[in-house]
């Protein structure tokens, strides 16, 4: 598992941040991770009251931009995997008719403010 975020180095014991775009994807992917950990642990009552109203939404709405980082680790992994493309296209029709409901709802709430 160490792999998949740091190389190994001629010294052994001292290990370097991969930059390669397979390191990069693995990032990608432990920081939506960690994203969800947050967003999981807020998600209550006792949150809401010891960060206040205005901070807990915006923390909440940090899942918008963490929703395209977990997208883009997806797409990401696929292409450099040389995966089957039908997954891709699942996970691209999912992102997509998702992407379009949000859209329909921010339209909606437009027009009634």
Not at 43 to 52: H, I
Not at 59 to 68: G, K, M
Request: proline share 4%.
């Amino acid at each position: 598992m160490q792999s998949y975020f740091f190389k190994p180095q001629a010294v052994p014991g001292i290990s370097a941040l991969r930059f390669d775009a397979f390191g990069i994807v693995n990032d990608l992917g432990l920081l939506a991770t960690l994203a969800v950990i947050v967003l999981l642990a807020i998600s209550n009552d006792r949150s809401l009251v010891a960060l206040g109203t205005r901070q807990w939404k915006t923390v909440q709405r940090s899942t918008y931009v963490f929703a395209l980082i977990a997208a883009a680790h997806g797409f990401a992994y696929q292409i450099i995997e040389n995966r089957n493309p039908i997954p891709f296209l699942f996970s691209t029709t999912i992102y997509a008719l998702i992407l379009l409901y949000q859209l329909k709802g921010f339209i909606y709430r437009i027009k009634v403010n």
